[in-house]
């Protein structure tokens, strides 16, 4: 069993900053990519942020230099630190993971719960 759990987020006011972090666990072999992606209130979920085993990143446009996303493989975790945050990025900040099972080797994709961020003065 592989899970995911986030962290981090809280209300902060307009032009703040927030660091997310996301850890996985379980029977994990490898985790090949690690996301963030996010839902607004009354909108679908939307990518945000994705980073490879490599270090390769891709980011939305809407947080293309505002969002960083980082990933530790030894601690299995990944972080998002969001700088210059706007009201509109309010919204549940979900992780997510793929990779391979320790146990049988198969394919496994997670999500988490999710953490609320909210952007308010």
């Known amino acids: 069993q592989v899970q995911v759990v986030e962290s981090g987020g809280g209300l902060v006011q307009p032009g703040g900053s927030l660091r997310l972090s996301c850890a996985a666990s379980?029977?994990?072999?490898?985790?090949?990519?690690m996301g963030w992606y996010r839902q607004a209130p009354g909108k679908e979920r939307e990518l945000v942020a994705v980073i490879t085993s490599g270090g390769s990143t891709m980011y939305a446009d809407s947080v293309k230099g505002r969002f960083t996303i980082s990933r530790d493989n030894a601690k299995r975790m990944a972080y998002l630190q969001m700088n210059s945050l706007k009201a509109e990025d309010t919204a549940v900040y979900y992780c997510n993971a793929g990779g391979y099972g320790s146990r049988d080797y198969r394919l496994f994709e997670v999500w988490g719960q999710g953490t609320l961020v909210t952007v308010s003065s």
């Open positions: 379980g029977s994990i072999f490898s985790i090949n990519t």
